[in-house]
């Protein structure tokens, strides 16, 4: 049986024309509430690029553990958001 490791962290990374502005670290457990903390107007966006992604995080409620993954990136000209599990 393979065990596979558990994240510790959600990371948030954004970048505004190719600079570091945002870098947060929050438990991995903040990750079963990401919906709810993702701004109206990104999340719009992100639900046009990745239309699975809500489900996806949808489900993170219902896994005993969370796995380490990239949950999404949002590229935009001159913005880019990128979120995973560590």
Do not use: C, Y
């Not at 502005?21 to 046009?48: G, S, Y």
């Not at 489900?59 to 990128?82: A, C, M, T, V, W």
Request: aromatic share 4%.
């Amino acid at each position: 049986m393979k065990i596979m490791k558990e994240a510790s962290t959600l990371n948030i990374r954004i970048t505004r024309n190719g600079v570091e502005k945002v870098r947060l670290t929050f438990p991995a457990i903040a990750a079963r509430f990401l919906l709810e903390l993702i701004p109206a107007d990104a999340l719009e966006r992100i639900r046009q690029t990745t239309p699975a992604l809500e489900a996806e995080l949808k489900n993170l409620g219902s896994e005993e553990r969370l796995q380490p993954r990239d949950l999404f990136h949002l590229q935009e000209p001159e913005r880019q958001i990128q979120v995973w599990l560590a």
